[in-house]
């Protein structure tokens, strides 16, 4: 099973993707309580979108595991897994631990 660390590592990495795609002053802090959607977001929509693919695609190539971070599941969850880096990163800890 992945640890959250390892997770957070390819979270990181996809906003570091983004990173380079913004200018400096929008770019986005590499951090556990980084925001990434509702109040005080530092992702737009099209943005959260573009990182959501990215970590994805890294969990299932490099932890061999398909997750689908915008199904049902994950939007009804009562705190939203995108409300921060930590947040998202244990939601998908949770999800690989489900077999």
Not at 43 to 60: F, H, K, P
Request: proline fraction near 3%; charge should be negative; avoid cysteine.
């Amino acid at each position: 099973m992945a640890s959250q660390a390892e997770v957070i590592e390819l979270i990181y990495r996809a906003l570091r993707s983004l990173n380079e795609e913004l200018a400096a002053d929008k770019r986005v802090a590499l951090a556990p309580d980084t925001r990434l959607f509702g109040a005080d977001a530092s992702l737009d929509s099209l943005s959260l979108v573009s990182v959501i693919v990215d970590v994805e695609t890294a969990v299932a190539d490099e932890l061999g595991r398909a997750v689908s971070l915008t199904d049902d599941t994950a939007m009804s969850q009562p705190v939203s897994p995108f409300s921060s880096v930590t947040t998202l990163a244990d939601y998908i800890v949770r999800q690989l631990s489900r077999g």
